[in-house]
Structure formats: structure tokens, C-alpha cells
């Protein structure tokens, strides 16, 4: 089974406790205190506490390796854009352009996380390495805006929903296309003459997303971050009911893309149906 790892990241992105004293993602009232000390006096970027994590090699034959998370979330209350962009440091407003806040923070793992804050609540973010680092970048938002003097209600997060999972892999020979796409078991999307590489789509069965037992409970919205509240709630009953699909994209290389998935399992699944018919289309060198 391929191993999975956060980009940058020594650790493995999945099957790894929680840090010790963060009880659930979120710091204990003494770090929080230091974290915001030292922010407020430059000492520190948001979300750097921790030492950075030493940089990995990417492209390592045999690993999948996560870039990019996006997520959504709801706040409990409507957010007034102007007091969100005062309460946070590093944000950026501009009503004329984009009707949100975007704040972008440093991660544990050296990563740049984008948060988009929406006045209807909705929360967008995207950039992070791990599921758990984009949690708890945006749980720290919320904690923010709740301390704020000019915030109104509490604020809290609910409804954190991951829609899209960037990942790469690289099988350890080149692959002959042609002869993948000549495979009656498999179907595959190759059409040499438009795009290099082949497109292949597995469809993930529901045991194997551990975001359904989520949405049984938190009716997110992938799209619900632009929508109005009573859009939010028809596009949220339409995401629960989508199937979830893995797409990848294979090259002669033996690189490997993979979009679309909702957890890292998804993926880890799609390759794996994937790897035996990789196996039977490897060649000794790098022609298709």
C-alpha cells in the first residue's frame, strides 16, 4: 500500500494522535495567551507557534503526497466584514472586488493557508497540506472574531466539510499509455492528440468516504459560500447526495495527479485500483 504523506511534511498525513495539549485541535488557554502575545508584538506569523516542519523531497517514488486542501465551514452568525478585517492581522477587503475577507496564515507545516470569510457566515479555505492543519487554521479564525470587542455574537465553527484533495504520486517505472488505454478492464480517457496523459475516474464507495458520516450530521455546502442562506440550503441536501469521484491523471512518467477526493482514504483508495494496471503497462524506458 502506498504511503501517504502531507507535502513537506516528514510525518504520515493520516493515522497520526493528535499533538499532545491540543485537545481536539485547539490550544490550551496558555499557548493561546503566548500565540496572540507575541503575534500582536511581531515576534511570530499566525500559526508558527510550532517549529516549521523540515522540507521532504518531493516526487519520492512510491508516496502520495497531499498540496492543497480546500474546506468549507459555517460560522453560527452573520460576520460584519469591516469589524473581521480590524479583529484580523495579514486580511484583505476590498467590497468593490470580492464581497469577503481573505486572511492568509502560515501553517505549522510552512504552508500558506487562504481563508475567505463571508458575511452570511461561510468560511472558504484552501492552501493548506492536511485536513487537520486547514481545521485548525480555521478554527483559530473563528477563536479570533469571537474575541474581538466589536463582534456581537459568540462565533463558533460548525460544519467543516473538506470538497477537494490535491495529491501526486509517482509509480517507480514509466508507463506505456497506449497500452493502458488498450486495457478492457479499465476505462480509460486518452486522446494523445489533445492532452499527454490519461484520465481515468474511480468512484468511491461510500464506506470508504469518512466525510459521510459527517454529512449526516453538518449539511455543508461546497458552493454555499457564494450562495444566499436559502440557496446554501438546497445546494447542501444536493452535496449530500453526491457520489464522490477520484480523477486521475496519468503521464508516460509515471506521474500521477489526483483530484476530487474528500479524504485521503478516497485517494489511497483510487490508487490502489489504479496501481495493478500501472503494474501491467510499465516499461523499461521512458517511450509510450
Given amino acids: 500500500m502506498a504511503t501517504t504523506r502531507q507535502h513537506r511534511g516528514a510525518a504520515p498525513f493520516v493515522h497520526a494522535p493528535a499533538p499532545t495539549g491540543l485537545g481536539g485541535w485547539s490550544a490550551t488557554e496558555d ?5 496572540l502575545i507575541a503575534e500582536r508584538e511581531g515576534l511570530i506569523d499566525e500559526g508558527t507557534s510550532n517549529p516549521p516542519v523540515q522540507e521532504e523531497e518531493e516526487g519520492e517514488v ?16 452573520n460576520i460584519d466584514l469591516d469589524v473581521a478585517c480590524r479583529a484580523l492581522g495579514n486580511s484583505v477587503y476590498n467590497p468593490e472586488e470580492f464581497h469577503s475577507v481573505r486572511v492568509d496564515v502560515r501553517c505549522r507545516t510552512n504552508c500558506i493557508a487562504s481563508i475567505n470569510i463571508f458575511s452570511n457566515g461561510k468560511m472558504m479555505g484552501t492552501g493548506a497540506n492536511s485536513v487537520e492543519e486547514l481545521r485548525r487554521t480555521m478554527k483559530k479564525i473563528a477563536r479570533r472574531l469571537q474575541r474581538h470587542p466589536l463582534t456581537k455574537y459568540k462565533v463558533s465553527m460548525t460544519r467543516f466539510r473538506v470538497s477537494n484533495i490535491l495529491g501526486s504520486y509517482t509509480f ?9 488505454a488498450a ?26 468516504d469518512t466525510n459521510s458520516d459527517a454529512n449526516e450530521t453538518e449539511k455543508a ?15 447542501a441536501q444536493d452535496s449530500k447526495g453526491k457520489e464522490e469521484v477520484v480523477t486521475l491523471q496519468l503521464f508516460s512518467t509515471g506521474n500521477v495527479t489526483l483530484t476530487g477526493g474528500r479524504s ?11 496501481l495493478p494496471f500501472l503494474q501491467q503497462c510499465q516499461v523499461a524506458n521512458g517511450t509510450s
Wanted: charged share 20%; with cysteine; aromatic share 8%.
Fill in 221 to 235: 455546502a461546497t458552493g454555499g459560500a457564494w450562495a444566499s442562506q436559502t440557496g446554501s440550503s438546497q445546494t
Fill in 62 to 77: 512510491g508516496v502520495l503526497f497531499v498540496h492543497n486542501v480546500m474546506a468549507f465551514c459555517q460560522l453560527n452568525c
Fill in 264 to 274: 485521503v482514504e478516497s485517494m489511497e483508495y483510487a490508487l490502489q485500483c489504479v
Fill in 183 to 208: 486495457l478492457r478492464e479499465l476505462h480509460v480517457d486518452y486522446e494523445p492528440e489533445r492532452f499527454p496523459g490519461a484520465r481515468v475516474k474511480i468512484t468511491i464507495p461510500k464506506a470508504i
Fill in 172 to 180: 517507480s517505472s514509466p508507463i506505456s499509455l497506449h497500452a493502458l
Fill in 31 to 35: 499557548e493561546e495567551n503566548r500565540e
